[in-house]
């Protein structure tokens, strides 16, 4: 009896494979070349591995160009810029129902305004937070656009300029903790406190006091924590009840012993700051002169638990790119002390002004700041998309309804043939030679997608600027900056006579991209 069952069983499990292996061969994909060995039956062989170590979206664009032709990829834009490279294969399948894709027309047609394509669930669920989704991952369209509304009431570029005071308040406080402390600052982790802070003000209409915590030489666990769960996002995606019967066993491992994992713990504090601080938001009236993201959201007539979310989420996604892309521009400008003074000169000239207008008109200073965004490439996930029914025919290949695709915006802002040598820092690429301009460029600016494109282009885009805006500005302001040990760099790599090119730092790419080493520079008060 016994043997009968196992023979059956065997014969099932026979029928299967044989099943999965001619579905991979019989299926429209499987003209499309695949990322590696395995890749074609199962995402555990190829995607999860790459996804997991960090790796992903770095070795992708590699795979591309490999599979690349010398066909320009957007040729009307590269023959009016006179540039002619090998553009990448623009697919490529990487799991059984998953195709990456290298192509900014295809971009395009998967992200645009009233796109079909819509959010992966099984990565953009894992964002939800406490049951109540974040406009980040609400996969339904109509649902999304009715809170993307509300929303815009505090992002728009109109509104941004009201958080002048509240920004400007923040960055002089982390200017005086570096002023106060050692020479040399790891702006990495700088930067994370302050963009935490400013943040978690704007959001909660509390600080979280992250900039006194790492200016007394702490930084605290419930933003590390938070940080590290990013990076096991390809974990939480791909395991999902196996991680949900982790954290159950825990935390019954905690009631009976109070006993758990430094992770869990900073994570466990992060949510009673949030649960704390989102009640007193609800019971006062923000300080700061306007209505905080809480108070905003309720009076708009959303869930107190949504609005909950909304910030809570913020404290992620909306932080650590801004904080990434500040510690690579303070990083690179370390690295050229004449284009400090340069930019120094450009401040003193509008009286050290912070309003945003001023600040986006100073060429020098657009320039670092657009350039930080572009090298640091700080949002670096890959942004996955279901294709709607019908299916879609994308590079002469038929890509079946069902089949996700995904590409990340961050391969365009190092694209070869839009920014050559693209990863080096040089804010030349924006400027005219003497500097009193941005120039015109219409490929470069055609692949500048930072903030992706569409009806789920960034929210925050608008007061990332600002922040970075007014944050590089007093830096220089207040400080001479001197890398503690200077990158290699390769002065013929420059664009402009006054600059030297800085490499861009090692680095892993999960749901943002997270420097390997530190980035220390050393201050001076001007
Ligand atoms: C340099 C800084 C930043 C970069 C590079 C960046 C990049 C991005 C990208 C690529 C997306 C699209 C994600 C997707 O389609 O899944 C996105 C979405 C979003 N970002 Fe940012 N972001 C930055 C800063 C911020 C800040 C400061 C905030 C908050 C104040 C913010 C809030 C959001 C929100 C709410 C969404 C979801 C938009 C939607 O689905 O409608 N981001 N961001």
Known sequence: MTVAILELAAAFLVVVVIYHVVSVYTSPLSRIPSAGFGAAFSRLAWAFPHEYNGTITIDLPKLHEKLGNTASHDSQYDCRNNISSKSP????????????????????????????????PRVYGEFVQGGHPALFSITDPVEHAKRRRIMAQLFSRSKVPQLEKLIVA???????????????????????????????????????????????????????????????????????????LWDQL???????????????????????????TWQVALSTTSPNGFPNLIETLCNAGLPSET??????ENLGPGTDTTSATLAHILWALA?????????????????????????????????????????????????????????????????????????????????????????????????????????????????????????????GAHFSYLELYVSVAQMVRNFYLEPREPAHSTRDQALGQDWIPVPLPGRKEWVAAVTVGKLEVIHRRR
């Open 89 to 120: 294969g623009p697919l490529i399948r990487i799991a059984p129902n998953e195709v990456s894709f290298y192509s900014r027309e295809t971009y395009e047609t998967v992200h645009k305004v009233g796109s079909k394509f819509r959010k992966d």
């Open 250 to 276: 825990e935390n019954f491992m905690f009631r009976i012993t109070g006993w758990r994992t430094q992770y869990t713990k900073g994570l466990a504090d992060f949510q009673e700051w949030c649960q704390e």
């Open 335 to 459: 690295h050229n002390p004449s284009y400090q003074n340069a930019l120094y000169e450009d401040m003193v000239a509008v009286g050290f002004s912070t309003n945003m207008t001023v600040l986006e008109n100073i060429p020098r200073l657009q320039a670092c700041v657009k350039e930080g965004i572009r090298w640091a490439g700080a949002a670096a996930a890959m942004l996955p998309r279901i294709v709607p029914p019908a299916g879609i025919v994308l590079h002469g290949r038929f890509i079946p309804e069902g089949t996700v695709l995904t590409s990340s915006p961050i391969w365009y802002l190092h694209d070869r043939t839009a920014y050559p040598n693209p990863k080096v820092f040089d804010p030349y690429r924006w400027l005219t030679t003497d500097a009193h301009d941005i120039s015109d460029n219409r490929l470069r600016d055609r692949f500048y997608i930072p903030f992706s494109r569409g009806a789920n282009v960034c929210l």
């Open 307 to 312: 609005a909950l979310s909304e910030a809570r």
């Open 170 to 244: 923040h960055v002089e406080r982390f200017v005086s903790k570096i002023a106060e402390g050692e020479e040399t600052v790891d702006v990495g982790v700088a930067a994370r406190a302050l963009e935490v802070d400013i943040m978690s003000d704007f959001s909660f209409g509390t600080p979280i006091q992250a900039v006194d915590a790492w200016a007394s030489g702490t930084q605290l666990a419930m933003v590390e924590k938070n940080d590290k769960k990013a990076t096991w996002m390809p974990v939480l995606t791909t395991f999902p009840l196996l991680c949900d």
